[in-house]
């Protein structure tokens, strides 16, 4: 086993680790190249060095919470982003003079690049620094935004959406790792509240600012807002965010197991996304499925013998990780389905308009957003299980009650408001759980499935929700059968927020973080760290 005092030791069989970073090792090892001389960064070799914090923030006790307030502006930007582009729809089908099947792959070209690679960069992150890709993920994200806002035709947007997914799968692969490795352990969760709320604001302000920017400046301006937010998470993520540690060393990249992968998750979102809109039975979604499964299996069976894989398959041997990635799946269906449903209810059962529509709605998300830090805090003292459970039996419970009694506004206000509240007190101590049930130089690789695990519930959650309310005849009746439509739909997400919290009692663990860290700070040991007989190191 290696000896945790011996850095040396560690890098054994890795001598390709990340520039600029070494496993093991802190800030001022001189093994670490010297950003601050000319001779070191010559030609493009600056380009993949990761930049130290100031010296100042370094030496602050707390500088820990700027990395968190960092990477809190790309999860807010992120899902303004997602909650803010499908109102541009019916302006696209105008300015392009095209078809909602059409316009509808401004959304799918960017949920299938980001859900079939975000894992994938997590993995990479993992080897060449996360904090690295993470500066790189605003780049491309802005930068794709501007080409989008810019766009001529709707089949350069559909491009140009692709560009923009990939700096997200870069952004969303390292932002929990980078907290995970930044924060002491005995505050993780509260940290990761911290970036929950971060994005249920995003999701919350999304359709009211879309609205805004639609009226204002039209579809373009939807795109051209992520160029400030984006320019000031880079300095943000730059000056606050740690230098990574911890990194697995450099090896070649699985690309045959990756060049499997892509495809099989990329057929699975599309054919969840498209079934209902072409059939289940339909030759294409038929094929996607088919393809689906034909690639996974090739995929397992190239990860198992790769020397170096893509996807740690081990990892899914922890029973806490294997839980938390599946109730996370789940509960992001649950929280996409009830977008997609309340609105048809308000709209056609109850003959609201669409400013209040999207102002009740918000009332969700909002709920998430205030409990979700505290969440975190009750994961740190208490474990995951209580919390998780406890808000998930919530989401199932206001879901059952909506089905069941139809209340008038303030009541259903109120169940929505209990529906958030419980996905914002699972969601924290579930993402703490996750990252904490694995070993610290896997932590990319491990929020890269976590976020695929949320863009694969996002995709079930619209194709099941759309499902079954146009199932029960919701896109064409009147009130009565819309209202009908909308809670056997509110029934359905009920029983998968059950499944979700059985799950998460059995697999996720009662102890409290702080105990599984042993109590120690962001220079203690790690639960992963110490099952690997290492050191995690004070980070720069």
Known sequence: MTSPTSPTSAHQGLPNTAPGTVLGTTETDVSAPDVSDPAALAGWHHLTVEPRRPERVRRLPRGYL?????????????????SIV?????????????????????????????????????????????????????????????LCALAPNLLALDGFRAV????????????????????????????????????????????SVG???????????????????????????????P???????????????FALFFPAVAALVFAISQGDHLGWTSPLILMALVGTVGLGLAFVGRERRARHPMVDLTLFRRT?????????????LVLFGVLVVVPFFLERAEGFGTVRTGLELM?????????????????????????????????????????????????????????????????????????????????????????????????????????????????????????????VTFGVLAGVAVLAAVITAVGSSSRPLADRAG??????????LASAGLQEPRVA
């Open 66 to 82: 700027l990395a968190v307030a960092a990477v809190c502006v790309g999860a807010f930007m992120g899902q303004l982003d997602a």
């Open 86 to 146: 499908t109102l541009a729809f019916p302006s696209l089908e105008h300015s392009f003079h095209s078809d909602v099947a059409s316009v509808s792959w401004v959304g799918l070209s960017y949920l299938l690049v980001l859900v079939a690679t975000v894992a994938a960069v997590g993995r990479f992150a993992d080897m060449v620094g996360r904090k690295l890709l993470y500066l790189y993920g605003f780049v491309i994200f802005v930068a794709g935004s501007v």
């Open 164 to 207: 923009q997914a990939v700096g997200a799968a870069m952004l969303q692969a390292n932002s929990v790792a980078i907290i995970a490795l930044a924060v002491p352990r005995r505050r993780l969760g509260r940290a990761l509240g911290m970036q929950g709320a971060a994005q249920a604001l995003g999701l919350a302000l999304g359709p």
């Open 211 to 241: 609205g805004l920017l639609l009226v204002v400046g039209g579809w373009r301006l939807l795109f051209l807002v992520n160029v400030p937010v984006g320019l000031v998470g880079l300095v943000a993520a730059l000056l606050f965010v």
């Open 243 to 257: 230098r990574s540690t911890q990194l697995s060393g450099r090896v070649e990249f699985d690309w045959s197991g």
């Open 320 to 332: 806490p990780f294997t839980a938390g990635v599946s109730s996370s799946l789940l509960a992001f």
């Open 363 to 487: 009332m969700m998300p909002v709920a998430l957003g205030l409990v979700a830090p505290w969440s975190g805090r009750m994961a740190d003292s208490l474990g995951v299980r209580l919390p998780a459970v406890t808000g998930l039996g919530m989401v199932a419970g206001g879901l059952a009650l909506l089905a069941v009694l139809h209340p008038a506004t303030p009541g259903f206000l109120a169940l929505l408001a209990l529906v958030g509240a419980g996905l914002g007190l699972f969601t924290s101590p579930n993402n703490a759980g996750i990252m904490a049930s694995v070993p610290a130089q896997q932590s990319g690789l491990a929020s890269g499935l976590l976020n695929m695990s949320r863009g694969l519930g996002t995709a079930m959650g619209l194709a099941v929700a759309t499902a079954v309310f146009s199932a029960l005849g919701g896109d064409g009746g009147g009130p009565p059968t819309v209202g009908r439509a909308v809670s």
């Open 519 to 528: 109590g120690a700070s962001a220079g203690g040991v790690s639960p992963g």
